[in-house]
C-alpha cells in the first residue's frame, strides 16, 4: 500500500487478555517503529527495528510486551496479560534513507 | 541516549501574532532534529528537519527551525499564526547511526481569534 497500515484501529479487550497489533510499513522502509501514546501524553518510544540488526527494545514497558517484525517488513506488538494502564493508541512507524518517520492511523487499545 | 525536552505543555496565542515553541535535546553528537505537527483526529505529519548545514530550516505552512548547538536547542518559529495551525507539535531527535526517533511530550497550541 501506498501508507502505513495498522490493525485492527479499535480493540477493546478485558483485563488479563493477550491482544496483537498489527503494522505494515511502506514498501521498502528499512526501519519499522512502535510508539504509544496515552491521552494528553507524548510518544513514548517502545521498538525499533532496522534492518538486519537486533531491534531495540530499550523502551518495552514490561516483559508482558513483545514484537517481532517477520521478513523485513510485517511487525507484530504483542501484550500479554493486558492491564488498565495499557489503554492507549499505538502507532507504528516506518522510515527510510530520510530518517522522515511516515505513521499509520494507530492502534486504540482498551483495557476494561 | 538521546532526549527531548518541551517545556511548555500548551501555549495560546491570538491569530497573527508570532510563535515560538522551545525544544531541547540531549544527545553525544550533532543529531538529526525534526519538528510534527498532530492536528485534531490527524496523524503525525514532518514539519521540518534538520541533519547538517544551514542551521536555519525551512519546512511546510510557513514554519521554520533554528538549530543552536550552543543551546542545544531546537526551537519552531512562526511569523503569523493561523486558526488551523492549532495542534500539538512534537520535538524529535535522531542518532545518526541509524534514524532511532525519540520525541518529546509535546507542546499543545491554541490559537484564539
Not at chain 1, 510485517?74 to 530520510?98: K, N, P
Not at chain 2, 508570532?18 to 485534531?40: D, H, I, K, M
Not at chain 2, 511546510?60 to 542545544?72: D, M, P
Request: with cysteine.
Amino acid at each position: 500500500g501506498a501508507g502505513v497500515s495498522q490493525s485492527p484501529s479499535n480493540k477493546v479487550t478485558e483485563k488479563g487478555k493477550d491482544v496483537e497489533l498489527r503494522c505494515d510499513p511502506i514498501s521498502g522502509h528499512t526501519a519499522l517503529y512502535w510508539y504509544r501514546q496515552s491521552l494528553g501524553q507524548g510518544l513514548e518510544f517502545l521498538i525499533y527495528f532496522q534492518g538486519n540488526s537486533a531491534p531495540d527494545k530499550s523502551g518495552l514497558p514490561s516483559d508482558r510486551f513483545s514484537a517481532e517484525r517477520t521478513g523485513g517488513s510485517v511487525s507484530t506488538l504483542t501484550i500479554q496479560r493486558t492491564q488498565q494502564e495499557d489503554s492507549a493508541v499505538y502507532l507504528c512507524a516506518s522510515s527510510g534513507d530520510t530518517g522522515e518517520l511516515f505513521f499509520g492511523e494507530g492502534s486504540r487499545l482498551t483495557v476494561l | 541516549a538521546q532526549s527531548v525536552t518541551q517545556p511548555d505543555i500548551h501555549i495560546t496565542v491570538s491569530e497573527g501574532a508570532s510563535l515560538e515553541l522551545r525544544c531541547n535535546y540531549s544527545y553525544g553528537a550533532t543529531p538529526y532534529l525534526f519538528w510534527y505537527v498532530q492536528s485534531p483526529g490527524q496523524g503525525l505529519q514532518l514539519l521540518l528537519k534538520y541533519f547538517s548545514g544551514d542551521t536555519l530550516v525551512q519546512g511546510i505552512k510557513g514554519f521554520e527551525a533554528e538549530f543552536k548547538r550552543s543551546q542545544s536547542s531546537f526551537n519552531l518559529r512562526k511569523p503569523s499564526v493561523h486558526w488551523s495551525d492549532a495542534a500539538e507539535y512534537f520535538c524529535a531527535v535522531a542518532n545518526t547511526g541509524g534514524f532511532k526517533t525519540i520525541f518529546g511530550a509535546g507542546t499543545r497550541l491554541f490559537v484564539k481569534a
